[in-house]
């Protein structure tokens, strides 16, 4: 059997903000850093339960005590092209100077720190009297490379990395050199937050896993119901972002200003009572109040109702589910911004409005610009430095809310666009 010589650890030292960057769209810089140093330590123990005689850390940042058994070769400046390359060459001069090293030493395999699932079998994989080995990765990448001693110059350079090809390439310039090529098995990589869990749920025993499950334990029980999360922006929560973002665009200057143009435009559709539901500050209150209709606001987030009220808008602190006044009673229900989506479930809150609105009453609704769109997010709110609980909502355009509306008897009464904004005015029948 024909196995690697040496194995090579390609990692960087764990600084939050500078490891694991693709992990911080769900997890903080310094939990990102905590699973790359977790994934760290999986991948050196592997290493250690190989058979390898040589084990080199090609290490980027301040020592690392942990890896006192490893001989560590720095990485010099340079894009990853470079540090690979380097990474060989330094390889294969330690172990030139190694006295206890046998003359036939001339494998190298290089992995990074990607991989906390790793096992030894894996790294002692038999080369088949191969001139390099490649293991690729589930995201196009590669997670292992080995090369020979007498590897021809110009491996790596010009190879794309970090794309959903770089295996690929990787593994047509190692053929196009006239190399042979013995592939491993491909592993996935802990890059992205589904693959870390992934990873996580497949292999609990990892330090990866366990550090993965205490940091997602601590984060659910952390997490803020959304109102919570609302009054934190509208109390000034300037960073206050939706995930996915796609799903709910957090407005709040345009929330927390006055009425416009386009606001006025609805406001001049409206027959009272209104009831605003997901009143948000207040501004379309304040704007059907000064025309002289009278209007009622309800919110989930205290600091918007409290807003509202110290601006002239008249506010409830309350759920839409829950008991409100007059149900049966108004004359137009106002779904503002995109609140057509509250709750995840369009159907329902058409139920619901129409519960509020007496016959021949009006339900105003803000919806997609796409309009036959229809589709369903678990929404994350994070403003603070906190974030809430998943929360559903949905978009829907247009046509896609004519449709649904029709199963609830509800008459489509108007539809117009006015500054890239979409509105539909629902009819209650009966």
């Known amino acids: ?120 079998g894996q790294l002692d994989a038999d080369w088949n009297g191969a001139d390099a080995v490649l293991g690729l990765s589930d995201d196009g990448g590669f997670w292992a490379i080995g090369l020979r001693r007498d590897r021809p110059p110009g491996v790596f350079a010009g190879v794309p990395m970090s794309t959903s090809r770089t295996g690929a390439a990787q593994l047509a310039r190692l053929l196009n050199m006239g190399l042979t090529v013995t592939l491993l098995p491909p592993l996935l990589d802990v890059d992205t937050p589904d693959a870390a869990e992934r990873v996580a749920a497949l292999h609990p025993r990892l330090r990866f896993s366990r550090a993965h499950a205490a940091i997602v334990a601590r984060a659910e029980r952390d997490r803020y119901d959304c109102s919570a999360v609302f009054d934190r922006a509208f109390a000034g929560g300037s960073d206050t972002v939706a995930d996915p973002p796609a799903a709910l665009p957090m407005e709040l200057a345009r929330w927390s200003g006055p009425a416009d143009g386009v606001d006025r435009l609805v ?135 004519r449709d649904t509306a029709a199963t609830v008897d509800l008459l489509v009464e108007e539809e117009w666009t006015s500054d890239q904004r979409s509105f539909v005015a629902l009819r209650v029948v009966g």
Request: some cysteine.
């Open 267 to 401: 406001v001049s559709r409206c027959q009272g009572p209104v009831i605003d539901l997901g009143c948000g500050p207040g501004r379309m209150v304040r704007a059907l109040t000064e025309q002289g209709l009278a209007a009622l606001g309800v919110d989930a987030s205290g600091v918007a109702v409290a807003i509202s009220r110290l601006t002239g808008g008249p506010a409830l602190h309350r759920e839409i589910g829950a008991e409100l006044p007059a149900e049966g009673r108004w004359g137009t229900a106002l779904l503002m911004d995109g609140n057509i989506g509250i709750g995840g479930d369009v159907l329902a809150l058409l139920r619901r409005c129409r519960s509020l609105v007496a016959a021949g009453g009006l339900i105003l609704c803000e919806v997609d610009a796409d309009p036959d769109r229809h589709e369903r997010f678990d929404v994350t709110l994070r403003s603070g430095g906190i974030a809430s609980r998943p929360m559903p909502w949905v978009r829907i355009g247009g046509r896609a809310l």
């Open 1 to 120: 059997m024909e196995a690697a010589d040496a194995v090579v650890v390609l990692a960087k030292e764990p600084v939050p903000g500078r490891v694991k960057t693709r992990l911080q769209s769900r997890f903080s810089p310094v939990e990102a850093a905590r699973l790359a140093e977790a994934a760290l330590r999986d991948t050196l123990t592997a290493v250690r339960r190989s058979r390898a005689p040589h084990r080199v850390l090609a290490w980027q940042g301040s020592p690392d005590p942990s890896a006192g058994d490893f001989a560590v070769a720095p990485q010099p400046d340079g894009d990853l092209t470079v540090r690979l390359d380097a990474a060989f060459a330094s390889t294969f001069q330690l172990m030139s100077r190694d006295v206890t090293a046998p003359d036939a030493v001339d494998r190298a395999l290089l992995i990074g720190m990607d991989t906390p699932q790793v096992a030894a």
